[in-house]
């Protein structure tokens, strides 16, 4: 390992100024190029720990460079209260990027009267937000997965989101406001074609890492690895962003060795005990998805499957898509869900 490289914990976003954030080279540029056009709309859908936070923070930060207002808003951070409940909801999202923006709340003036609460919504962003604002503004909407469940506020806030992006067809002022939507379940939502934001604007889907990246995050973890060692580790763990890490900081700190990485990988011991026990644990809780993934580790081919229980598996990084089948994403859930689901 080189003395120069400072090692950083493989935990969650990628910091701006990491040296262990790889690019996607086009599909940077494609996010950047974008971003910049009025009325913009961004679809960054990946299964978890694939990099879209990251890559959501950095079309925000290009957005800063440009001289835009910026602002990010994880609906993790909704309770359960205003998830049921429109008007709730609604307010929640206007006080929210209002504090972002450090601009004082002002619901109490603009929630008034008997307008609809997608109308008062609009009428905050409209009369407020935006026209306080002289620079455009990026808005990076983050885990709105967790809206599909409530069908109803789902249904209306994205057919808000899709309203606005309409709008911004011939409203100066919608031209501002520039939307990036992340999330990695897929949009089960029923939604009208024409009010769906989720079959307009730029599409992307972040694939794993290939070859010529991951042995480019070899090199920035100090490590002089051959291509057989490369070889091995994906082979084991794909090119997923999180897992691959995971591992070469582990080896960068000289707390494993590759070779026996590679040999307790698939069980409770080895350095993914914890990643995999939570996968098979929320597996557990479907029995519609134990069927599902006993059908694909069994296969050890592509497959296909319910289309429903197909998508589960992917929103969780678990399957590939190929065509219209499945198979397993590594060798390292192959080994250890057929093991721990008993299949021979």
């Keep these: 390992m080189l003395k120069s490289i400072t090692l950083e914990e493989p935990e969650g976003q990628v910091g701006l100024d990491s040296a262990f954030y790889i690019e996607r080279p086009l599909i940077e540029a494609d996010c950047y190029e974008r971003i910049v056009k009025p009325g913009a709309l961004i679809r960054i859908k990946a299964p978890r720990q694939m990099g879209k936070s990251s890559l959501m923070e950095r079309i925000l930060h290009h957005s800063t460079q440009q001289g835009y207002q910026t602002a990010s808003l994880n609906f993790q951070l909704a ?16 006080a929210s990027i209002a504090r972002k923006l450090n601009l004082p709340d ?23 937000l935006l026209a306080e604002i002289p620079e455009p503004l990026a808005l990076g909407l983050d885990e709105v997965d967790e809206i599909f469940q409530y069908h109803q506020v789902a249904a209306d806030f994205f057919g808000l989101l899709r309203f606005w992006h309409e709008e911004a067809k011939n409203e100066p002022l919608w031209k501002k406001l520039r939307l990036i939507v992340v999330h990695s379940k897929e949009v089960y939502v029923p939604l009208n074609i024409n009010q769906s934001p989720f079959n307009v604007g730029l599409a992307i889907e972040l694939p794993e890492m290939g070859q010529a990246q991951v042995q480019e995050l070899v090199q920035r973890h100090g490590l002089q690895w051959k291509l057989e060692q490369i070889e091995e580790l994906m082979q084991m763990v794909g090119g997923h962003p999180y897992l691959v890490r995971v591992a070469l900081y582990q080896i960068a700190r000289g707390r494993i060795t590759l070779e026996k990485l590679l040999k307790d990988a698939p069980t409770e011991e080895g350095l993914y005990g ?14 519609e998805l134990i069927v599902a993934m006993v059908k694909v580790v069994a296969a050890n081919k592509p497959i296909k ?10 929103s969780m990084g678990l399957v590939k898509f190929h065509g219209n089948a499945v198979i397993l994403l590594c060798e390292l859930y192959y080994r250890y869900f057929r093991d721990r689901l008993g299949i021979s």
């Design 79 to 94: 309770d359960g209260v205003a998830l049921q409940n429109l008007d709730k909801f609604l307010q929640w999202f206007c």
């Design 305 to 314: 499957i319910d289309r429903k229980e197909a998508f589960k598996l992917r």
């Design 274 to 287: 914890d990643h995999l026990s939570r996968h098979l644990l929320n597996i557990e809780e479907d029995a």
């Design 106 to 128: 002002k619901l109490d003036k603009y929630w008034q009267g008997k307008l609809g609460s997608k109308d008062k919504c609009t009428d905050y962003f409209e009369r407020y």
